[in-house]
């Protein structure tokens, strides 16, 4: 299928693409890697008459730790992410969501930013930051900068807290403390597909006992899902398998699937149980240094 057409801009700073995004207006679009606007607009889902790329705003792609925060350019691809040593050694969640995400090809181009800008639900780094409480540094004309707390990032399907004329920059995960371990794990129908469901579980522990918890759900509701009773029930608790067990039925509870080709409402729900429950037992292992 063919795109519309459309012209392409290829700014060679972030000022620059901001001051076109501005001047272009409601008419243009960001093009980072492509793999989910370019698929909305060969479908026609999407008919912008100006692409601005990106892509080559090298600036853009970084993963360092600064000031008590990983921080993550947009434009670190998911390939880079799976690729870092940092990432493997101290955020091993975010390599299980960059390796369960379409295929080598897709996540050579595929941005990290592009993944959460995008507002889909089935994407699989929106539940991965809310477990993680990331927040969203987006810039703006004039030089403005915000941070958005994940929590207020995603409003609806395809819809985000961002505005037409500001981009998604970096993203800021708090350091993980001591003892803290996190896990993401999808179920999909076969390789390269988007999740049946999935689950992010962080945990972080003090004295042997969950100080903390961020519990989040892909693909089961207009946005990815927080599931706050779940996360509750584990603090203060040695996390034990009746805790466990308890957090899963919630975090089911808290998911709103709706039935179609990738199984039926109820399918999905249990999905979630089992999937958080080998989150949680999994997190909780990489806190107390098993891999
Ligand atoms: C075959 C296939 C399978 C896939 N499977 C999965 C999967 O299993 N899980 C998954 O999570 N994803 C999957 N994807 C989607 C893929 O990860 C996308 O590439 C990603 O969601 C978007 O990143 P991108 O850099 O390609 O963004 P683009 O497609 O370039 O942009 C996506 C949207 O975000 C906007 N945008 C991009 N970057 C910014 C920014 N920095 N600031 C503001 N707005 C911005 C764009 O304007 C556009 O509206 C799949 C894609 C394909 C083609």
Redesign the pocket.
């Known amino acids: 299928m063919i795109p519309g057409a459309f012209d392409y801009h290829s700014p060679k700073t972030l000022d620059e693409a901001i001051n076109l995004l501005n001047d272009l207006g409601e008419d243009a679009?960001?093009?980072?890697?492509?793999?989910?606007?370019?698929?909305m607009m060969k479908w026609r889902l999407a008919e912008p008459a100006h692409l601005v790329d990106?892509s080559r705003l090298s600036d853009l792609d970084y993963i360092k730790e600064e000031n008590g925060f990983l921080c993550l350019g947009?434009m670190v691809t998911?390939s880079g992410l799976e690729n870092s040593e940092l990432i493997a050694e101290k955020y091993p969640i975010l390599k299980d969501t960059s390796e369960?995400?379409?295929?080598p090809l897709?996540r050579n181009?595929?941005?990290i930013?592009?993944?959460i800008?995008?507002g889909?639900p089935?994407?699989?780094?929106p539940a991965t930051m809310l477990a993680l409480n990331a927040i969203v540094v987006v810039c703006g004309p004039n030089g403005s900068k915000r941070e958005i707390n994940i929590d207020e990032f995603f409003l609806g399907p395809l819809w985000t807290a961002?505005g037409e004329n500001?981009?998604?920059?970096e993203i800021k995960i708090p350091m993980p403390k001591q003892q803290s371990g996190g896990c993401y794990i999808k179920l999909?129908r076969k390789v390269?597909?988007?999740?049946i469901a999935a689950s992010a579980v962080t945990l972080d522990f003090e004295n042997g006992k969950c100080s903390s918890s961020g519990i989040a759900l892909t693909n089961v509701g207009p946005t990815p899902v927080r599931a706050k009773d779940a996360q509750d029930v584990l603090i203060g608790t040695d996390v034990s398998n009746e805790v466990i067990e308890q957090a899963s039925n919630l975090a089911a509870e808290a998911s709103q699937p709706v039935g179609d080709h990738r199984g039926s409402e109820e399918y999905k729900r249990g999905v979630v149980k089992t999937l958080t429950g080998r989150a949680i037992l999994k997190a909780k292992n990489r806190a107390m240094g098993g891999n």
Request: glycine share 12%.
């Open positions: 679009k960001i093009l980072a890697g492509g793999h989910s606007l370019l698929p990106i947009a998911e369960v995400i379409a295929d897709v181009l595929a941005s930013g592009g993944n800008a995008h889909d089935a994407n699989d780094h961002l500001e981009i998604l920059t999909e390269g597909d988007y999740a």
